[in-house]
């Protein structure tokens, strides 16, 4: 049991970090002194930079090595562990008489405004004035007084104990516009990771369906995402809001709102057994409860499948299959934009799946992570929305982009959606607006670390695997409270296997043996001080000595990407989840957007690119108590030639900045405007009049077989163009 509270435990550990950081770099060029390698800092010194309080501080001290963030080197010389993984990463080094991989390694620390649990206390019926006016909006949007207090009861309901931060207040009520005052069809809502942004459009999505059931329409709801992995992580939340606002409906009468998940691992009917895993996911009743965590499973009833949790869930309100969606579509459905093409082109009236019908009922457009579809792909993308304008017969259709700080987000929006009139929703402008001073914060120390000409950047993504994964072992293996977590970023497939091939081989090399036989702490090239159990550490070298190899690691190290099995993904993502038997994960972009892994505060990036990117990537770590609010995130670069005018830009470090403050960064690109563009609109167009006329438009398995067949569809096709 902690006997310190979290948001002191971090407030403590930020102060720890920024002094350390600020006596490790030079302040004009922030690049790592090189005498850093001698760098610690005292117990007095530790006691007297947390606080006054000589007893609280002590509290602090003891509770930072319980959970591993202070690593000792001697008997009165500490670091934090940020600070300590960034100078062993700054001069990794092969073997120990051979010169390091990195020239000249920078750092720069971000400290961040995020709301804390401490901001997270408006709530519906509360008496405060932010509250107040809530409520008021949320009458003016109903216009009806008892399903505004069913909607307020629901949302006190979901977030329990906490509540709105202001910003996520704000924007509510910015979307809960009284009688169209705003007359807007388009929003975009920017935000830096972890600051709340799933909460406003889900909250908003809940009202728009309750609103359609008062006013006896059929509206949908479509919640698109670019990644499954972030996909299903927030399918989550959603089945857990239905679940209490079902119950909390069926109080008062009303049917409940159904809900699915239409991607390319839908399952049909014929696919599925009695108590086969439901899309990898753990019941989020349980999960939120802290009771003992149930995997959602396929429950046989009758003539169909009911998705159950092991400790008795009943989730009857998801449309399990395919078929399912078919013969009565979901309120609520989260898909991808690539599957939403294919069902736009499914006939009328068809069962075997989603078909047109839906997006002529369809209210609300709800596009995440939405500077993903830039350039030609978000052409595309500006198609699909231009097409489910074109067929919604819903007069009140809205859209909301939901992105990470970008360059000109009202441009960019209009370029996707078609719309002329977006209202933009920006997470700092409401803070400096109303003067909004959140008690939380994050800090981001960002590395750039120039790889050597006479080195591979691969090479030294092994090694930085195995200190990685080592340090994750000789936490779990000391029984500390945190265990660390590391997210390496690799452009390709092909890349990661030979990265992790490379890993395998120093781990078959009998890697980290030397490191463990060198007792110089202060040497990066040493892991000794990551254990503190002379017992442990005599019983690994002893091991290793002897010719064995630390197998350990061989299971602390895993990948992800386009081409691991939905099985294999759902446990690696479970493994982050837990924080517990997964050290490293090498990952594609799979990764990089929006879920929250509790353990990760370490991210390697290889390769220079895209600012918006790597701020979204490095934005993984370091979003939950668990990892005290830190994050160390290094881009290595590949000395690649259109890399050295990026690290070497004079304005790098506002490039990078997590909050997007970079007002001369180039606005994204979005190619709705290219001939091929519109030939695909126009093409897509005639297949979605066949659909609306219920002809086969062979979308869903019913191929084409014969020449006939084939004619007559193309026939048809060009009388529709």
């Known amino acids: 049991m902690s006997i310190v509270n979290n948001a002191k435990l971090i407030n403590d550990y930020h102060k720890l970090v920024e002094m350390e950081y600020n006596k490790i770099i030079d302040q ?54 940020h600070i300590d993984v960034a100078i062993r990463s700054a001069y990794l080094r092969t073997a120990y008489e051979s010169i390091e991989y990195i020239v000249g390694p920078r750092l720069f620390l971000y400290k961040l405004p995020i709301p804390s649990k401490e901001d997270r206390i408006l709530k519906p019926f509360g008496n405060g004035d932010y509250e107040k006016e809530f409520y008021r909006r949320v009458k003016g949007f109903f216009n009806n007084d008892e399903i505004a207090n069913i909607y307020c009861e629901i949302i006190k309901k979901y977030l329990g104990d906490s509540g709105f931060d202001a910003f996520q207040i704000f924007s509510l009520m910015t ?57 299903i992580d927030q399918s989550s939340r959603v089945i857990r809001l239905l679940y209490i606002a079902n119950k909390i409906l ?14 390319g691992d839908t399952k049909r009917k014929r696919d599925i057994k009695d108590g086969d895993l439901f899309r990898g996911m753990q019941c989020p009743i349980c999960t939120k409860n802290k009771s003992s965590k149930s995997d959602l499973i396929y429950s046989k009833s009758g003539n169909k499948y009911i998705i159950k949790c ?51 009922n369809l209210s609300l457009l709800v596009i995440d992570e939405a500077h993903e579809y830039t350039g030609l792909g978000g052409g595309l993308v500006s198609v699909l929305i231009k097409l489910i304008k074109d067929i919604t017969s819903i007069s009140d259709f809205e859209i909301i982009l939901s992105s990470a700080t970008l360059p000109s987000p009202k441009n960019f929006a209009k370029k996707l959606t078609g719309l002329d009139n977006i209202f933009h929703i920006d997470f700092k402008n409401i803070l400096d607006k109303n003067k909004i001073n959140f008690k939380g914060e994050r800090f981001v120390l960002m590395g750039v670390y120039d790889i050597s000409p006479q080195y591979s950047w691969s090479t030294y993504v092994q090694l930085w695997t195995v200190m990685m994964s080592f340090l994750h072992y000789a936490y779990e293996k000391q029984n500390k409270k945190y265990s660390p977590q590391s997210l390496v970023f690799i452009q390709n497939i092909k890349e990661i296997r030979r990265t992790l091939s490379g890993f395998k081989e120093n781990i078959s090399l009998g890697e980290p043996k030397d490191r463990l036989n060198l007792d110089d702490p202060y040497d990066p090239y040493s892991f000794v001080p990551y254990i503190e159990d002379h017992d442990l550490l005599e019983n690994i070298r002893n091991k290793l000595d002897s010719g064995e190899i630390l197998d350990e690691l061989l299971n602390l190290v895993d990948e992800i990407h386009s081409e691991v099995t939905p099985k294999k993904r759902n446990e690696i993502i479970k493994k982050l989840k837990s924080q517990r038997g997964l050290g490293v994960v090498c990952s594609t972009s ?38 005290l609010k830190t994050t160390l995130g290094i881009i290595l670069t590949r000395k690649v030639p259109s890399e050295s005018f990026l690290i070497y830009d004079a304005n790098i470090w506002k490039k990078l900045h997590p909050m997007g403050i970079e007002d001369d960064e180039s606005e994204l690109i979005v190619s709705y405007n290219n001939p091929q563009i519109d030939l695909r609109y126009n093409l897509t167009k005639g297949l979605i009049k066949l659909a609306q006329k219920g002809k086969n438009t062979y979308t869903s398995g019913n191929y084409i077989k014969k020449e006939k067949e084939l004619k007559e569809f193309l026939h048809d096709w060009a009388n529709e163009l």
């Open 175 to 231: 979307l809960l516009k009284e009688n169209d005052i705003l007359n807007k069809k388009g929003y975009i809502i920017t935000a830096p990771t972890g600051a709340g942004k799933t909460e406003i459009f889900l909250l908003y999505a809940l009202a728009k369906l309750l609103k359609n059931k008062v006013n006896g329409n059929n509206g949908k709801v479509l919640l698109t995402y670019p990644r499954k992995a972030l996909a």
């Open 310 to 360: 092991k400790n008795g869930h009943e989730f009857d309100f998801i449309k399990a299959t395919k078929e399912d969606m078919g013969k009565e579509h979901p309120d609520f459905l989260i898909s991808n934009m690539w599957a939403v093409e294919w069902r736009l082109l499914e006939q009328k009236n068809s069962k075997t799946d989603i078909n047109i019908n839906f997006f002529e």
């Open 250 to 263: 069926k109080n008062y009468g009303m049917d409940p709102i159904t809900f699915g998940i239409r991607d």
């Open 590 to 627: 799979t990764l990089e957007l929006g879920v929250d892994y509790g353990g990760v505060s370490f991210i390697l990036n290889s390769g220079f690119e895209n600012p918006l990117s790597l701020r979204q990537r490095i934005g993984r770590g370091g979003r939950t108590d668990d990892t």
């Open 28 to 81: 004009r060029s922030k690049v790592i002194d090189p005498r850093a390698i001698g760098y610690s800092t005292t117990y007095e010194d530790i006691i007297k930079t947390i606080g006054e309080d000589r007893k609280d501080s002590k509290d602090s001290f003891k509770e930072l090595r319980r959970r591993g963030f202070l690593v000792k080197l001697d008997e009165d010389s500490y670091r934090t562990l």
